[in-house]
């Protein structure tokens, strides 16, 4: 382990708060809600048709870099191209207004399921206090990610945010890094950056010479197929202060 970082940058969703993970979870909850207005398509054939979609509709470095600043808009053109897969494959489905509705509860759904993780502050509030400047760096538009900050009262714990929105740039970027370390007065070599995103947590700030410590919440372990290598992984937060060798200023 290298010596104690000057700087930390933390991601936000799915780092510090549950925010889009377990989305099978998330569209099956609400596919079930509208079973009547979705009849007679069956609630399991919209999830899988949903979730493929949204596989591909994501997968696209381009179009993600775009629709992400467009979350709404591009949920309803998900459960569109779900719903156009299920009629071209001889299914009945329902008007778009129905599809539209669907894509606004599940919008809605996310925002009623999001939650802190636990420690976050706790651990937060530690590493700040032991002289470590934090940066928050997230991707996505202002609207979206403003009211999660304000939500989780996570504004006085940094000394930089930095929302993709407000900048007109987000990771994997170089300069989204580079913006965030020189914010802080920092080197890339001081900063360690925290986060779930094998490819804009690891594998970009590495590129730069951040040190990677990969957030795996779930505790799966890096993917066998996966290029990426973090310099560290931590299952919960409080692996963070760990490493930091903080474990009792959090307790």
Same mark, same amino acid.
């Given at each position: 382990?290298?010596?104690?970082?000057?700087?930390?940058?933390?991601?936000?969703?799915?780092?510090?708060?549950?925010?889009?993970?377990?989305? +099978? %979870?998330?569209?099956?909850?609400?596919?079930?809600?509208?079973? @009547? !207005?979705? &009849?007679?398509? =069956? /609630?399991?054939? #919209?999830?899988?048709?949903?979730?493929?979609?949204?596989?591909?509709?994501?997968?696209?470095?381009?179009?993600?870099?775009?629709?992400?600043?467009?979350?709404?808009?591009?949920? +309803? %053109?998900?459960?569109?191209?779900?719903?156009?897969?299920?009629? @071209? !494959?001889? &299914?009945?489905? =329902? /008007?778009?207004? #129905?599809?539209?509705?669907?894509?606004?509860?599940?919008?809605?759904?996310?925002?009623?399921?999001?939650?802190?993780?636990?420690?976050?502050?706790?651990?937060?509030?530690?590493? +700040?206090?032991?002289?470590?400047?934090?940066?928050?760096?997230?991707?996505? !538009?202002?609207?979206?990610?403003? /009211?999660?900050?304000?939500?989780?009262?996570?504004?006085?714990?940094?000394?930089?945010?930095?929302?993709?929105?407000?900048?007109?740039?987000?990771?994997?970027?170089?300069?989204?890094?580079?913006?965030?370390?020189?914010?802080?007065?920092?080197?890339?070599?001081?900063?360690?950056?925290?986060?779930?995103?094998?490819?804009?947590?690891?594998?970009?700030?590495?590129?730069?010479?951040?040190?990677?410590?990969?957030?795996?919440?779930?505790?799966?372990?890096?993917?066998?197929?996966?290029?990426?290598?973090?310099?560290?992984?931590?299952?919960?937060?409080?692996?963070?202060?760990?490493?930091?060798?903080?474990?009792?200023?959090?307790?």
């Amino acid at each position: 382990m290298r010596a104690r970082p000057r700087g930390i940058l933390f991601d936000l969703d799915d780092t510090l708060i549950s925010a889009y993970s377990n989305q +099978r %979870a998330a569209w099956d909850a609400v596919v079930r809600e509208m079973a @009547a !207005a979705l &009849h007679p398509l =069956p /609630p399991h054939d #919209v999830v899988d048709a949903l979730i493929a979609f949204a596989t591909h509709f994501w997968s696209d470095a381009d179009r993600h870099r775009h629709w992400r600043q467009h979350l709404i808009a591009a949920r +309803r %053109a998900v459960v569109a191209g779900a719903l156009s897969a299920l009629r @071209a !494959a001889g &299914h009945a489905t =329902p /008007p778009p207004e #129905v599809g539209d509705r669907l894509a606004d509860r599940f919008s809605a759904y996310r925002e009623e399921q999001m939650h802190l993780f636990a420690h976050a502050h706790d651990v937060l509030d530690a590493v +700040r206090g032991a002289g470590i400047a934090l940066a928050l760096i997230t991707n996505g !538009a202002s609207i979206d990610q403003r /009211p999660k900050i304000t939500r989780f009262d996570l504004a006085r714990r940094f000394d930089h945010i930095q929302i993709e929105g407000e900048h007109g740039f987000g990771k994997p970027e170089e300069r989204a890094y580079r913006h965030a370390v020189q914010s802080l007065g920092l080197a890339p070599h001081e900063c360690w950056m925290v986060g779930d995103n094998l490819e804009w947590e690891v594998v970009a700030p590495q590129r730069l010479g951040i040190f990677s410590v990969w957030y795996d919440g779930t505790a799966a372990g890096v993917p066998v197929s996966a290029i990426a290598r973090p310099d560290l992984v931590v299952t919960s937060l409080r692996g963070v202060l760990a490493a930091l060798g903080l474990e009792s200023a959090a307790a």
